[in-house]
């Protein structure tokens, strides 16, 4: 008698607690991870389980695709030209081309909208990458996915930028710009809020392109604001924890704060404006911070806690 049964190919994700944490880790700013591998159990076609995690990013995930097989990759990448949202998770689907044509590839289409809808309930997912050859399996075309521009758009310049992951940032490139910064205070401050060390610090300029630490601080943001000069410029990072509506858990966002001082001469405020991108992409080399917020006026810590 002939079996007529219809094979199934629903999606069993296997380690769904130890993938959750994972992604966790992926997401946490207090974790070094970048990156989560996942492929099939062998000699199983719709158990999917967790293989992989660690550092390195795009790059380190490019080293366990294999020609043979079929993986699922989420990785972080840091948009170096995004003041407002800079971190940023990408969702890969890796199909070898010595996988043969049939049932596997069209399973594999049905199992990513299934894994994808498990991503998102741990992690926001900005862009799909499915390269068909390993020739396209480059940071351009990830460049091109996360900023959905053309191929033809996305320079080598854009790919390093999006594909840069915060733990192998640079510590700030500044070749290019005359902005001098104090990386032996700068770095270890900036690294403090990041930890949980301290919650906020001030950086400010000590001559017209040299850029030093002001202050570092365990308050709230009345006592951040207490280091506003009207005289001068100072840059801030700081640490709101908050609990989104419709959870119960708290979560911490990074905000890069610049303060312009009333009294600042025209010439200067436009000096800055021009070093603000150099200023945020060496923030962004120690520290993944979430939005750039600039006050019109000094906030008191009452303005502050509505705008929370």
């Known amino acids: 008698m002939i079996n007529h049964a219809k094979e199934t190919t629903q999606l069993k994700i296997l380690d769904q607690d130890k993938i959750k944490h994972e992604l966790e880790e992926v997401r946490s700013n207090k974790s070094s991870k970048n990156w989560i591998l996942m492929g099939y159990e062998e000699g199983k076609k719709n158990d999917l389980r967790f293989e992989a995690s660690g550092e390195g990013g795009f790059e ?7 020609d043979e097989d079929i993986k699922y ?19 890969l689907t890796w199909i070898g081309e010595n996988v043969p044509p049939g049932l596997a590839k069209a399973r594999c289409s049905t199992h990513r909208q299934d894994l994808l809808k498990f991503i998102t309930s741990c992690i926001a997912i900005s862009a799909e990458f499915q390269p068909p050859t390993r020739h396209q399996l480059t940071s351009e075309e990830v460049a091109a996915k996360v900023t959905k521009t053309s ?65 570092t601080g365990k308050g709230d943001i009345s006592e ?47 000096r800055s404006s021009g070093q603000r991108q150099d200023i945020a992409d060496f923030v962004l080399a120690s520290l993944p911070f979430h939005t750039h917020f600039q006050p019109c006026l000094l906030y008191t810590s009452d303005a502050a806690d509505e705008e929370d």
């Open 151 to 215: 191929q033809q758009d996305a320079t080598s310049a854009d790919a390093h930028r999006q594909t840069m992951s915060r733990s192998h940032a640079s510590q700030g490139d500044t070749k290019a710009s005359k902005v001098q910064f104090n990386k032996t205070k700068l770095v270890p401050a900036l690294k403090s809020v990041h930890e949980g060390k301290n919650r906020w610090v001030v950086m400010g300029y000590v001559g017209r392109d040299d850029i030093d630490l002001v202050a």
């Open 73 to 91: 990759a989420v990785f972080e990448v840091v948009v170096k030209g995004d003041q407002y949202n800079p971190v940023k998770y990408v969702l």
């Open 224 to 270: 951040l604001l207490s280091h506003w000069n009207e005289e001068s410029i100072n840059f801030a990072v700081y640490a709101l924890t908050f609990t989104p509506r419709g959870t119960t858990e708290k979560t911490t966002k990074y905000v890069l704060i610049t303060m312009v001082g009333d009294h600042v001469k025209p010439l200067a405020k436009a």
């Open 60 to 66: 380190k995930v490019k080293t366990y695709l294999k």
